[in-house]
């Protein structure tokens, strides 16, 4: 089993970013999908979930309007849209998978997780 963050960087503060996490060896279809960030010093949080046929999705308040969660079930990724982000937004962001076809919040329920990527978010 493989999840693969890619997109993380440096952006500035009101930019846009677009991290994608690329799925393998499990059935994906069959797994809802989250991303969530561990910030410098904070704990892991959630930050947004979709479930298997996209039809559901949740976000951590503070990034509801801005972030967007999206799956393609054909090609096995899962991508996060970060629009306007703001400092507090600058975390590692983690790719997780739940098995599923129900969202969760709780990082203690995902089986499978990447490595990470790291967003920068400069003001």
């Known amino acids: 089993v493989q999840l693969v963050e890619s997109g993380g960087g440096l952006v500035q503060a009101g930019g846009s970013l677009r991290l994608s996490c690329a799925a393998s060896?499990?059935?994906?279809?069959?797994?809802?999908m989250a991303w969530f960030r561990q910030g410098p010093g904070k704990e892991r949080e959630f930050v947004a979930v979709i479930t298997w046929s996209s039809g559901n999705t949740a976000y951590l308040d503070s990034v509801k309007g801005r972030f967007t969660i999206s799956r393609d079930n054909a090609k096995n990724t899962v991508s996060l849209q970060m629009n306007s982000p703001k400092h507090e937004d600058t975390a590692v962001y983690y790719c997780a998978a739940r098995s599923s076809t129900y969202r969760s919040m709780r990082s203690s329920e995902y089986t499978y997780w990447g490595q990470g990527t790291q967003v920068t978010v400069s003001e």
């Open positions: 060896g499990f059935t994906f279809g069959s797994y809802a």
